[in-house]
């Protein structure tokens, strides 16, 4: 399936799962979450922001 984007699912989108789905659809690819609804609902809802420590103040 050269030059053919393969659909990615991550199973257990929790907090790395969303992460890295996140960072996956960023980069155009087409990515399904599975996780419970609770989580679901709050993506539908809030939608889905990934951020890296760079993107993150220092608390003190």
């Keep these: 399936m050269r030059g053919h984007h393969r659909r990615i699912v991550i199973v257990g989108a929790g907090s790395i ?10 980069s155009g690819r087409s990515v399904t979450l ?3 609804p609770r989580i679901i ?3 539908t809802q809030n939608g889905l922001t990934v951020i890296d420590f760079s993107d993150m ?4």
């Design 17 to 26: 799962g969303c992460f890295t789905g996140g960072l996956l659809a960023a």
């Design 57 to 60: 103040k220092e608390v003190m």
């Design 41 to 43: 609902d709050e993506i």
């Design 34 to 36: 599975l996780a419970r």
